[in-house]
């Protein structure tokens, strides 16, 4: 092999693992802080995370907390990508920008939102619905989250 070739398989390698690390981390529950409020995130039915364009992982306890940090908090720039944990499948991450997302106050959010995250809106009857609800899309969510919370 030339070392030319070499060079460009070392920079394949690095670029790949590059890719590789940009993906959510598991949350600790009970033991991992949110980085808005600053509280211990407990409930696994909730939960959220940013990953910086270096890989870095900022875990959050509630999608409201990761809007308000985003839009507080950090360059935006820097921002690779969004996720939130699937309401009916604790641990499993969705893209938050392609979830669904359910407002009800039969399922109360550590933040007050209100606001539950799914794969699909197919999900909604797996939640056994009894209130009210409303369904959301992302942007739907950040509205909400600058006119409820941030002002
Ligand atoms: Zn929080």
Same mark, same amino acid.
Not at 56 to 66: A, G, H, I, Q, S
Not at 71 to 78: E, F, L, R
């Given at each position: 092999m030339s070392v030319f070739r070499k060079i460009i398989l070392i920079f394949l390698v690095v670029v790949l693992y590059g890719c590789e690390i940009k993906r959510p981390e598991s949350i600790r529950y009970g033991i991992d802080i949110c980085n808005f409020c600053k509280m211990t995130i407990v409930d696994p039915?909730?939960?959220?995370?940013?990953? $910086?364009?270096?890989?870095?992982?900022?875990?959050?306890?509630?999608?409201?907390?990761?809007?308000?940090?985003?839009? $507080?908090?950090?360059?935006?720039?820097?921002?690779?990508?969004?996720? $939130?944990?699937?309401?009916?499948s604790p641990g499993n991450f969705i893209y938050a920008k392609q979830a669904k997302y359910i407002r009800t106050l039969q399922f109360p959010s550590p933040m007050g939102l209100n606001v539950i995250s799914l794969k699909s809106f197919e999900d909604t009857v797996k939640l056994g619905l009894k209130n009210e609800y409303e369904t959301l899309d992302w942007w739907e969510v950040v509205e909400k989250v600058k006119d409820e919370i941030l002002q």
């Open positions: 039915k909730w939960g959220a995370e940013i990953i $910086t364009d270096k890989g870095k992982v900022l875990k959050f306890d509630v999608v409201e907390c990761m809007i308000s940090y985003y839009y $507080t908090s950090i360059d935006t720039n820097k921002v690779h990508s969004m996720y $939130t944990i699937d309401f009916t």
